[in-house]
């Protein structure tokens, strides 16, 4: 893309450096984040009873577990890891699945680099998408502990760049190796659905159509699928089924903190519509607005020339719209969605060259391509600066006094800090612990053993010797002693400790 004076080789390069770099502060971050309450109670559970289930043959633990239509398949692999290594310590085992999950983010971004230079034909605008998908701040630090939302998000990207290659070359190996990623993004989250119908659909929009890969990618999709899913080796059609009809209808009540108020059920219209515009960058929002923009004008104009922002499209607005039709129930602010996010930033990347495009002059590219840079550096700089608590971004919409409007760190991962804290202020060898929710007591477990032993969980305050809150559900201040420690995101009080009067 020669819009600008740019200099391929160079971000092609630059684009190395910036993978190995990723990879190497990874390596140093990923211990740093606590333990959401989904880890323990759904996620390992999940992997628990299909690891059971393949190793014994026994379906009846299976069938009773309420996880048995959440996808299993990342989560299968997670516990083998723990089982195979013969790990036992809760810290080791938490810290090994969010080692293990992170690498699927990384292999994503890298995907997504490729997927964005199959559609901008530009290292440099590749490159942009994949810093873009990285100095997103809640996506970034969910991919360390976030085994389901972040790994079908990167499996969606991955799908996403293996079904144009396919639908490009047509060849029996790619449909099989496409067929297999759509397979286990589906064993993730049953929306994956959406990927092998938008390869079908990109498949009949291709001048030439063979006959043979197609079936063969439909009949792996569904091998694939049925593999990759231990419940569906029962009955397939019974339990594809199920499924679907669990993730249009989930049972929890799933209440949320939303504009100051507890709601349960189904969601306003308008829950996803609103936690993705305010949680998502708002540079990237309104690039996103441009883009969507010309996706439409330049689809009338010349509708085949679009068929890569098409995909994107359906695969950001299919789900959303699709929840909102049916009112199914959602909850911790868009995390079943993630997966749409990488195809909002498509169109807004789209959005940035089309802009270039459009007004041509250099002086306003360069006032475009210098807000861009601004805006991301100032995301970046917040990241650093809330190390490791950039799952709490919020931009200007969400307004003031957002902790009376919206949850914060509806995971609990801040626990952790206020845990670490008070081990490392408190001699004592017995150390009585309240919160108000239970999230507290599961980060017990990423404490290093000799120093959790100090800690007594206890639900009666007055034995308790610290209170610690992270304000879920409930916006207002604490009164139940002197407050010694508490984090703060963006002059927002995530996280306090009280020491018991």
Known sequence: MQLININELFFKRAAIVFFIGLFVTVCFTFSDYGISCDEEAFSRLNGAV?????????AAELLACDEKYHGPAFEIFLYSAEKILEITDPRKIYLLRHMLTYPVFFVGTLFFYLLGLRFFKSHAIALLCSIMLVVSPRIFAESFYNSKDLVMLSFCIIASYTAF??????????????????????????????????????????????????????????????AFWPVLWLNPVHHFIEALKQMSHFPTPGTVFYFGELISGPKPWHYL????????????IVLFLIGLFFVIKNTF??????????????????????????????????????????????????????????VKKQWPIRIIAFSTIISILVIFVFMIANHPFQNVYFNFLAGKNIRQNFELDYWGLSYRQGLEYILRTDNSDQIYIAADLEECHLNFSIIPVEERKRLIWTYDLNSANYFLSNFRYHPGDYDYGKTVFQIEVGNEKIMEVQKIK
């Open 50 to 58: 299909n690891y059971n289930f393949i190793k014994s043959g026994d």
């Open 273 to 284: 519509p609103v936690w993705i515009s305010m949680t998502t960058p708002f540079f990237y």
């Open 165 to 226: 290659l396919f639908v490009e070359r047509k060849t029996l190996l790619l449909a099989i190796i496409h067929a297999a990623i759509c397979g286990f993004a589906m064993d993730i989250r049953v929306m994956g659905v959406l990927l092998p119908l938008g390869t079908l659909y990109l498949y009949a929009m291709q001048k030439e159509r063979k006959p043979v890969p197609v079936l063969m990618f439909i009949c792996y999709t569904l091998l694939f699928t049925i």
């Open 301 to 358: 104009a010349n509708f085949l020339s679009t068929l890569h922002m098409q995909f994107s499209l359906y695969m950001f607005a299919t789900p959303i719209l699709a929840i909102i039709i049916l009112k199914s129930t959602v909850y911790d602010s868009y995390r079943h969605i993630f997966f749409v996010y990488p195809f909002l930033l498509l169109i807004a990347v789209y959005g940035f060259t089309e802009l270039i495009k459009f």
